[in-house]
Each structure stands twice: as C-alpha cells, then as structure tokens.
C-alpha cells in the first residue's frame, strides 16, 4: 500500500480548501516511526495555519496534512528508531513544520512520541499532547508556579485552559478561571476556586495581587492582566509575546511560551491522567472525512474543552 486517506490543504484558505482525498504513505526515516493514526486532535493552529495566518514564519509545501495531536499505534520503526516497538500505542505532538495527522499514518521523529495513557482510549488520548504540554510548560517551566500560589487562567474553558486548571491543582495552587457563566459548574467540576464571567465581570475589578496569569486569549485581556499580579509575580502569554517595558513599569516578569515536544512531560502528564488526577474534556468526536466541520466549530472559539478526529 503506497497511498492512504488524509485531508490536506493545496492553497492557504477558508475551511473550503480542506480536501478528504488520497495523499502518499509517508515512510518512516532515520530515528522516526511511522504510526497508524487512531484519532487527532482538533487545536486553533489547525485553522490558524490552514488560512495563512502563520505565513512567513511557518512555510509549508502543498500539498500538506494539518494537524498536530494524535494517538496511534506503532506500525513501522525507521532506520535507528529504538525506543519503541511495534503495535506500542503512543500519543505525540509531532513537528508542526511538517504534515501533520489528519490522515491514515505519519512519520514522526521518536523523540516526539511518548506511550499513551493506558486508562484512555485513542479519542482521549488525541485530544492531550498539544494543549496538556501547552499548560504544563506555560505553568511550570515559564510561571514556575508552586504550591500555596494563585494563578488566574483566562480561558480557562478551553483546550489548554482545561488541562492548566487541572495541572495548576495538582502543585497545590489557588485557581481562578475566567469563562463565560454557562462553563462555571464545568471549572469548578475540574478544580477551580473562583470562576469568574468574563462577559459580565471585568476580572481586574475582583482579583488582586495573584502570583501568575496564564493568558489564553491575549488582546485586551493582556492589557489589562498586568494590573492583577503582585511584585515579582509573572504574566505568561500563550500568543502575543508580551511588552517587557510594560511589565518592568509593574515589577513582574512576563514571557511567552510556544509549545515544544516533550516526550518526559508527555510521561508525566500519562501518570496524571492513568492515577485520575487529570481529566480529559471532549466537546465532541468528527469522523475524519468531516475535518471542516471540526475546525469551523473550534475557530468560534468556545469550544468546551477539545474536538477530535476519529480515523480509525
Ligand atoms: N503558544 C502555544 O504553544 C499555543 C498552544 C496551544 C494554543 N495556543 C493558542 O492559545 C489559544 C487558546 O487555545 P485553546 O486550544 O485553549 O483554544 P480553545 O479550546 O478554542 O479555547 C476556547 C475557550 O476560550 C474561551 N474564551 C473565549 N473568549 C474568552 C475571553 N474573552 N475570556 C476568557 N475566556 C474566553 C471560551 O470560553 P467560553 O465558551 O466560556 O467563552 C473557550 O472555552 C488559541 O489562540 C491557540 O492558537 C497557543
């Protein structure tokens, strides 16, 4: 077998330019394995990329698959591949440079793949590595947070925002979520202390002196999250690199993050979920073939925890 399903994209555009065709089987090169994709996961930078909203900074050649979640099955080991075998079941969050797993199989390298959580299936699994490693490095390698602390997590609702609650309560921390009203039972249903109604609520209006600000949604919200944390506290940015001038005038530190494979943090955070620390939210399951239809009801941008592909 030399081809295989996938959807790809042959000009940057509306979610019209997805195509449900036949695409070549990649083949697995030095230190990489190719996996037999059961299900990927549906993130922004799926649509982001498809439009051309990264052009310039990540330059794809087209035809290309997009996205970058996934959990599958081993299938064949590369020259050099050798920290897995074949038939493992592993989740990745391969290299956004390159075609990504809305299809069949893709190659990706092994230091991008960890064993998947044994307690969930394939669907649950897709939707972890790229919004669970995006909370874990944001909070614990960017905000360092640690126990006794408080962090605000502004789209707290959302892919990552699910998985920072969660990760945030697992060190011990204070967590304040912004969501509109109708996702306060569901934060408070993953751990959060005090929910607050974005559109209601100006958040600066009711928190005061936190330790961190995870920013998910960026824009106005950044502009006014420097206010909200106390001297020598830090403002982490999921998007927009944040003004260093800005957060020098109020005493924090500020940084932006862009998530990174990590296959030890993919370790970490299966042990998480495998002893029910960490819980994975899906708003809901679309048959590959349906790609569109996932990415058009993620880039309304409410999505209640995450969408995944079914492929197998
Ligand atoms: N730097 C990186 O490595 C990285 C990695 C992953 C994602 N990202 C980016 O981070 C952003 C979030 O990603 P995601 O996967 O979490 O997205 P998502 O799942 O689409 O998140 C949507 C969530 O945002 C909430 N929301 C919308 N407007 C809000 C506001 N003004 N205040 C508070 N919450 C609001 C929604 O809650 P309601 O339904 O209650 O409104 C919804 O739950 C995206 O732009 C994505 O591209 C960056």
């Known amino acids: 077998m030399t081809t295989m399903k996938a959807v790809r994209i042959h000009q940057y555009g509306g979610p019209e330019v997805l195509r449900y065709e036949d695409a070549p089987r990649p083949q697995a090169g030095p230190g990489e394995v190719l996996i037999r994709v059961h299900a990927a996961g549906v993130n922004p930078v799926d649509w982001k990329v498809r439009a051309g909203f990264l052009k310039g900074r990540l330059d794809y050649k087209m035809p290309f698959i997009p996205g970058w979640d996934l959990s599958g099955v081993v299938d064949r080991l590369g020259p050099g591949a050798s920290r897995f075998k074949l038939s493992d079941e592993v989740y990745s969050r391969p290299d956004i440079s390159r075609d990504g797993?809305?299809?069949e199989y893709i190659a990706v390298k092994e230091s991008e793949v960890a064993l998947k959580p044994k307690s969930i299936d394939h669907i649950h699994a897709a939707a972890v590595p790229l919004a669970a490693?995006?909370?874990?490095?944001?909070?614990f390698d960017a905000a360092r947070l640690s126990a006794g602390q408080t962090v605000l997590i502004?789209?707290?609702?959302?892919g990552?925002?699910?998985?920072a609650v969660q990760l945030a309560k697992t060190k011990g921390a204070r967590v304040i979520g912004t969501a509109s009203k109708k996702n306060h039972e569901f934060l408070r249903s993953l751990g959060a202390d005090e929910t607050i109604d974005y559109q209601t609520t100006k958040f600066e209006d009711v928190v005061h002196n936190v330790d961190a600000v995870l920013d998910t949604i960026t824009g106005d919200t950044a502009e006014r999250s420097y206010q909200v944390i106390?001297?020598?506290?830090?403002y982490v940015s999921i998007l927009t690199p944040p003004s260093q001038e800005k957060a020098?005038?109020?005493g924090i530190r500020a940084a932006h993050t862009f998530v990174q494979a990590n296959p030890e943090q993919l370790g970490e955070i299966a042990k998480l979920i495998d002893s029910g620390k960490l819980k994975v939210i899906i708003e809901r399951v679309f048959p590959l073939a349906e790609a569109r239809a996932a990415q058009e009801l993620n880039a309304q941008g409410h999505t209640h925890g995450k969408i995944v592909l079914r492929v197998l």
């Open 101 to 103: 797993a809305y299809a």
């Open 133 to 139: 490693l995006t909370a874990w490095q944001a909070l």
């Open 154 to 158: 502004h789209g707290a609702a959302g």
């Open 160 to 163: 990552v925002g699910s998985f």
């Open 230 to 234: 106390k001297k020598g506290g830090v």
């Open 248 to 250: 020098a005038a109020h």
